[in-house]
């Protein structure tokens, strides 16, 4: 026999239980997610980099890039084949070829995004791997489509890093023709950009991207589709500038307008990862099929 007292009583602290017992499951769920995660990290942890750092400075400018037999493949896919060239400092080459012939995966070995496949890559007739890669980050700037714009002022986006100096950051603007929008903000170098530069045009932004790779003063400066959002005008504008800068580095540049390219010392010419020709337009147009064809459906 139960008292009615005593049954209100048990009642009472059945209810109380219920909120100790959903917790003690939610922390069961907790638990296995976190056992999961741990897993997982030390996965993570336990891999080798692919990419192992190399012990000297890259101190020396850079005077040759020299590719012999280079292959590059991702998984099971060949991206660039038996590769040989050299680029030198004082010229300005242009990579084309259609969508996915290999143009920057050739640029991901020169960063060391990858390492080749096969064959050898040399800076100054040392191996690529020879060297840190901080140090060979520092002389090499990178201008793609991607362009990381930050939450700080125009100058601090240029230095990136770097100490502001404001003479430079000028030059660099006026080189990259970006001050003539720059200038006309209220607070001119000093503005203050939003993430991911939203307050930015397209044309404006690959503007902001090439000040700040002319700012390093890089020894090679790849340019990987870095002006296509650029008008007509500001593209030639770029290009003279480029064709003024060249004589202190190898410029690389990716382009699918030929017409943004025609100038080049060199201009090489890929298919499905082969180098097919390589040499000035006048002379590509006579012989090289691929060139032909390129020009052709631009
Ligand atoms: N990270 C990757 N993993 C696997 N395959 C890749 C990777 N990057 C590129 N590829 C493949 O390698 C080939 C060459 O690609 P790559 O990016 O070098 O071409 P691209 O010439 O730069 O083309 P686009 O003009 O479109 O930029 C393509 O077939 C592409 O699908
Ligand atoms: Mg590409």
Do not use: W
């Amino acid at each position: 026999h139960m008292s009615v007292g005593s049954f209100f009583a048990f009642s009472a602290a059945l209810f109380m239980l219920y909120d100790p017992i959903r917790r003690l499951s939610n922390l069961y769920n907790k638990a296995q997610d976190a056992i999961m995660a741990n897993i997982r990290m030390l996965e993570l942890l336990a891999t080798k980099p692919m990419i192992i750092d190399g012990e000297h400075k890259l101190q020396e400018t850079i005077e040759s890039l020299a590719f012999e037999n280079v292959s590059l493949d991702y998984d099971n896919h060949r991206a660039l084949a038996n590769f040989s060239f050299q680029f030198k400092k004082g010229n300005l080459y242009a990579l084309v070829g259609e969508s996915g012939a290999g143009k920057s995966s050739l640029v991901n070995l020169i960063v060391r995004f990858y390492d080749p496949t096969q064959g050898k890559i040399t800076i100054n007739d040392k191996q690529l791997a020879h060297y840190t890669l901080a140090s060979l980050h520092a002389k090499i700037a990178y201008v793609t489509q991607h362009i990381l714009i930050f939450n700080d002022t125009i100058a601090a986006n240029i230095a990136y890093g770097k100490p502001i100096d404001e003479a430079k950051i000028k030059q660099a603007l006026i080189k990259s023709h970006a001050i003539e929008f720059v200038s006309k903000l209220p607070d001119g170098i000093n503005t203050v950009l939003t993430q991911g530069g939203t307050n930015l045009s397209g044309g404006q932004k690959q503007r902001i991207a090439l000040a700040r790779a002319l700012y390093k003063e890089p020894d090679i400066l790849i340019l990987d589709e870095a002006t296509s959002a650029l008008d007509n005008t500001s593209q030639k504008l770029i290009q003279n500038v480029l064709e003024e800068l060249k004589a202190d580095m190898i410029t690389i540049a990716v382009a699918h307008r030929l017409s943004s390219v025609i100038h080049a010392d060199s201009l090489l010419v890929f298919a499905s990862g082969h180098l097919m020709c390589h040499g000035k337009h006048q002379q590509l147009e006579q012989s090289c099929p691929e060139y032909q064809r390129l020009l052709g459906v631009s």
